[in-house]
């Protein structure tokens, strides 16, 4: 299990789907969806506008998501729950007292692969993102509360909210604790894809400047935090034990902390 200031990184808990929330006010519409296909529609909607409301492309959309691996074991969406989804947005963006601009595609990770939905909707404006689609099966999250100003696996994802600028945001519960810790969160800039721990043998990867997730002890508390590699004393050592010291600047308060390399974890080569 995971204690309340640290992570747990051989937990193998995958927020696969979102699960429906049973104590949470959220839009009947979202239960419906995992947050891979929230992401993918509101990016689409992002694109296309209203002409998602196509009966041919929600067709098509709909038709990617019920054949996904991340639908299994749940019941297919129809064309009719997109379009309703899309309707939804459109009224939204209607009932706005004034426009705003549109902020970019979300890009929490690349979850599911819709470009034969955004061909079908003709749109020859559409950019494609960059990089391989992966199933959500197979990614792990972790999340930045804001209670603490740390970083903490994500066990599941409860529901999910779109607010009046567009942004969407979902309700977290954090591995290893309940629902009375559970946070709403701004996807795109408090959920990532989970650090990785740094092998002994990779500790060449790490270079001045990168950002890494260190755990940071103090008197009062131990907590995963980002911070920016400053300094690297690398010594010489095998593969199974590196004695390399990192030092690293944190983020908020800009103290900075030499660390071995069991306290600190990289972020993924894709981003």
């Known amino acids: 299990s995971c204690s309340k200031h640290t992570l747990n990184w051989n937990q193998q808990q995958i ?3 979102m699960d429906p929330a ?3 006010d959220s839009s009947p519409n979202f239960t419906d969806f995992t947050l891979a296909e929230i992401v993918d529609m509101e990016n689409l909607y992002k694109e296309l506008g209203d002409q998602s409301l196509h009966k041919d492309f929600c067709q098509t959309v709909a038709s990617s998501f019920s054949f996904s691996v991340n639908r299994k074991g749940k019941p297919s969406i129809t ?5 309703s989804w899309f309707q939804g947005k459109l009224k939204q ?3 706005a007292e004034f426009k705003t601009k549109p902020s970019p595609p979300l890009q929490i990770a690349n ?3 819709l470009s034969d939905a955004r061909n079908a909707g003709n749109a020859t404006s559409v950019q494609k993102r960059k990089g391989k689609a992966s199933d959500l099966m197979d990614l792990a999250f972790e999340a930045k509360s804001e209670r ?3 970083w903490f696996d994500v066990a599941s994802f409860r529901t999910y909210r779109t ?3 567009g942004e969407l945001e979902a309700r977290v519960r954090f591995s290893g604790f309940d629902n009375r810790h559970d946070e709403w969160l701004n996807v795109k800039r408090s959920v990532r894809e989970r650090s990785i721990p740094v092998e002994p043998s990779e500790c060449g990867r790490v270079k001045v400047g990168d950002l890494l997730l260190c755990f940071e002890e103090t008197e009062d508390q ?3 935090r980002d911070a920016h590699v400053v300094n690297i004393r690398r010594e010489i050592h095998d593969h199974k034990r590196c004695n390399c010291v990192f030092l690293v600047r944190f983020e908020g308060d800009n103290t900075e902390e030499p660390l071995g390399i069991d306290k600190i974890c990289r972020r993924p080569d894709h981003e």
Not at 79 to 83: A, I, L, N, S
Request: glycine residues 0%; without cysteine; negative net charge.
């Open 22 to 24: 049973t104590d949470d």
């Open 93 to 95: 963006q209607n009932q």
């Open 163 to 165: 607010l009046s600028t």
């Open 148 to 150: 603490d100003d740390a």
């Open 15 to 17: 927020p696969s789907t």
């Open 222 to 224: 131990a907590l995963y």
């Open 79 to 83: 064309w009719k729950q997109v379009q």
């Open 111 to 113: 979850l599911s692969n």
